[in-house]
């Protein structure tokens, strides 16, 4: 099937019958048969100035952008685009706020009417649930595109994207106040939503792939999102036992969700891991304190960035050994060899001239490996 695309006017009159704003449960308006705030739309609303300024606009007689529209299966619609724009006319024509110190009901009987003839031009577009999502994609271009997991609530709508909403994408929402210490971004931008998704996925590859998209297709119409749900506590649960002495700086934004799929069985002890902790955050070798946690968990020094020979250092060792590796003594270009802590930060070593020996790339690949 291909995309199309109706241009209608469509009055304010029109757009305001049977306006309703039932908060969590939605917003509609156009005889009922619009749904302004659909399960993907972004749950925030325009400050002062820029209600005041769509009223303005419409009171001079201004045209205001453009709007889209799409058509559900039952003949009803959604608000692709503009939602924050009729959610101001509504609210005004329903006095909900006074612009210019007026509300509308002060208005005279012409000025109403001016206003509630006022037409909008509305793109209405008819097709697949994919095809309405590259055409979301294409006209929220020029605004503030919608983030990822926003266009994947567009996609996967229903009654479990709703569910999951109110666990995971309100400002205060349960998932906030439980996991606000080792998670980052906002609720209501669905980065809590996005990242219990991910962690989710990656619990059962072989079923999702570790795919978001698999997981929300699987669990699209599903009545409610309990399970994720539950995940998403026993993942919180784990972290502040393992680790009870919060350090938020150093905690958030962790995957703390992949770490829990894969350790979550193992037997750790707390005081041990506790005066892991404290001893690598002040050890100076380690740049990076936030990669602690998975250093402990997985072994890798890699999430440590350990700290590395400065160029000044490797010149200086160069010289001294007059560009001969001392694993295969062959002579080698600089830009061929490599600074290597002959005793391994793990062992004790520290990143100082004395412990410091150039070794060609593949000898300190080998010695790596070993």
Excluded at 98 to 116: C, P, Q, T, V, W
Excluded at 160 to 179: H, N
């Amino acid at each position: 099937m291909t995309m199309q695309i109706e241009l209608k006017e469509i009055s304010i009159r029109e757009l305001t019958d049977r306006y309703q704003d039932n908060a969590e449960n939605g917003v509609t308006a156009y005889h009922g048969e619009l749904d302004v705030r659909p399960p993907y739309q972004r749950e925030f609303v325009y400050g002062e100035k820029e209600r005041n300024a769509v009223i303005h606009t419409v009171e001079q007689g201004f045209p205001l952008n453009v709007m889209y529209w799409a058509t559900r299966d039952n003949g009803t619609f959604e608000i692709i685009d503009g939602q924050q724009r009729t959610i101001s006319i509504c609210q005004y024509v329903k006095s909900e706020f006074a612009y210019e110190m007026r509300y509308f009901h002060n208005l005279s009987g012409d000025e109403k009417d001016k206003i509630l003839d006022y037409k909008l031009m509305v793109y209405i577009g008819t097709g697949t649930d994919r095809e309405k999502l590259k055409w979301f994609e294409t006209i929220n271009i020029a605004g503030k595109p919608l983030f990822k997991q926003e266009l994947r609530n567009a996609v996967y709508s229903g009654s479990w994207v709703s569910d999951a909403k109110r666990y995971f994408s309100k400002s205060s929402c349960p998932a906030y106040a439980i996991g606000a210490d080792y998670l980052t971004g906002s609720p209501i931008r669905q980065d809590y939503l996005e990242t219990a998704l991910l962690w989710i996925a990656k619990a059962d590859i072989v079923k999702y792939r570790g795919n978001i998209e698999s997981y929300m297709a699987v669990h699209q119409k599903v009545p409610n999102a309990l399970a994720l749900w539950q995940y998403f506590q026993s993942v919180i649960t784990w972290v502040g036992a393992t680790f009870p002495n919060k350090r938020k700086r150093l905690m958030q934004g962790l995957p703390w969700g992949e770490l829990y799929n894969v350790y979550k069985d193992e037997v750790l002890d707390q005081n041990t891991l506790e005066q892991e902790i404290i001893k690598l955050i002040e050890d100076d070798e380690v740049e990076s304190k936030k990669g602690i946690y998975q250093y402990l968990l997985t072994k890798q020094e890699k999430h440590l960035s350990l700290r590395v020979f400065s160029d000044k250092q490797m010149q200086k060792a160069y010289q001294k050994q007059q560009g001969i590796c001392p694993h295969c003594k062959n002579h080698f270009d600089l830009l061929k060899m490599e600074g290597d802590h002959i005793i391994p930060w793990s062992q004790g070593g520290k990143t100082t001239d004395d412990n410091l020996q150039m070794l060609c790339k593949p000898c300190n690949r080998s010695k790596s490996d070993n």
